[in-house]
């Protein structure tokens, strides 16, 4: 079992920039595929980003395609949200997630969430 606990969200304004981080319990890591999903008010929650056990494949959705980038470092248990070009529509709540079985995309259903963390882009 992991547990996963969020970091880093908050107020920006349009065009900004925030990097989430998410900090993960245990010492298996590096077996876990990991991934960012966010929840607008309103809205079912939708996958953002995910990474491979080893870092080397890397999946988003098309809206943030160009603007965010997931990375991991398995030595310090921990994988990124690093946005940019924020806009308005990207306020939501963002959940960090692991899954053993499969890399996380669309429509995945992970394994093990976070409690979440705040992003609120301000046009």
């Known amino acids: 079992q992991v547990q996963l606990v969020e970091s880093g969200g908050g107020l920006v304004q349009a065009g900004g920039s925030l990097r989430l981080s998410c900090a993960a319990s245990g010492r298996t890591f590096s077996r876990y595929a990991m991934g960012w999903f966010r929840q607008a008010p309103g809205k079912d929650r939708e996958f953002v980003a995910g990474?491979?056990?080893?870092?080397?494949?890397?999946y988003y959705t098309d809206s943030v395609k160009g603007r965010f980038t997931i990375s991991r470092d398995n030595a310090k248990n921990t994988v990124y949200l690093q946005m940019n070009s924020l806009k308005p529509e990207d306020t939501a709540v963002y959940y960090c997630a692991a899954d053993t079985s499969s890399p996380l995309r669309v429509g995945s259903k992970p394994d093990y969430w976070g409690q979440g963390t705040q992003v609120t882009v301000s046009s």
């Open positions: 990474i491979s056990l080893s870092g080397g494949s890397t």
